[in-house]
């Protein structure tokens, strides 16, 4: 479904990819792990068109995406849940949840908002209150809402364990387990290698702007525990 090879990202005289190819195919999990300043948002904005790329080619469902704007990407299927949940504190949590269907017409809002109230009731419980004063587990489900509201086929989830309690890093992983079973193939980053290996299928561990290793969650697993712990 997503096909990224070899591309490179830089900032001024940083280059933060070096050369990165993966691959996602549909139905799938894929993790990319490793510490701070890997490279793993970058990867995403990459694919998301929110960074510029020098060489190297990103296609999705077979198409090349590397010249369509942010916004073509997002309309092509490609949904996307920032590091931090980013949710837009002062609006309300339905309005939040619909910015990620902006321009789809009321009726497609309105059967987006039911079915995930549906499976997330705390959309509906809290609709009407603004998104800043939930908490950061609460906000971090508005934010996966908002990516879900276009119903994508490949959904992109930034570190969506940062800062979370341990009662939270569980209910968010069922909460990708319910996005899971609607048939969403996903690629998500983390640090926190535990909960996140086992939402995966397969992972790429990166280092230093590279990708060090690739493998089924069970190839990959001690050594992504080895670089959480590094
Ligand atoms: P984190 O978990 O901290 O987000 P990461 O694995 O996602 O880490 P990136 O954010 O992709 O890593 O950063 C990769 C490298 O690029 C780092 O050295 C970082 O300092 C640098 N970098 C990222 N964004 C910028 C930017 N806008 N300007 C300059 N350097 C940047």
Redesign the pocket.
């Known amino acids: 479904m997503l096909s990224v090879e070899d591309i490179e990202v830089r900032?001024?005289g940083?280059t933060?990819l070096h050369k990165v190819s993966i691959e996602v195919e549909e139905g799938e999990t894929v993790l990319l792990i490793?510490a701070?300043?890997?490279?793993?948002?970058?990867l995403i904005n990459a694919v998301i068109g929110a960074t510029q790329t020098c060489g190297g080619r990103i296609r999705f469902k077979g198409q090349d995406i590397g010249g369509l704007s942010a916004d073509r990407r997002a309309r092509a299927g490609i949904g996307y849940s920032p590091?931090g949940r980013k949710v837009f504190g002062t609006l309300s949590v339905a309005d939040n949840v619909l910015s990620g269907a902006f321009g789809m017409g009321r009726r497609h809002q309105k059967e987006a908002f039911d079915w995930l109230s549906s499976v997330f009731p705390i959309l509906a419980e809290r609709a009407e209150q603004p998104a800043g004063q939930l908490s950061g587990g609460q906000q971090q489900i508005v934010a996966f809402a908002r990516a879900m509201s276009s119903y994508p086929k490949l959904l992109l989830l930034d570190?969506p364990f940062l800062g979370l309690a341990p009662v939270w890093i569980q209910r968010i992983s069922d909460a990708i387990r319910e996005i899971q079973r609607r048939g969403t193939t996903i690629l998500m980053?983390e640090?926190m290698a535990r909960p996140a290996l086992k939402l995966a299928t397969r992972g790429y561990i990166?280092r230093g702007?590279e990708v060090r290793r690739s493998g089924s969650v069970a190839d990959i697993g001690d050594a992504a525990l080895v670089e959480e712990y590094l």
Request: net charge negative; charged share 15%.
């Open positions: 900032y001024g940083i933060a490793g701070n300043g890997a490279g793993k948002s970058s590091e570190e980053t640090q990166m702007g």
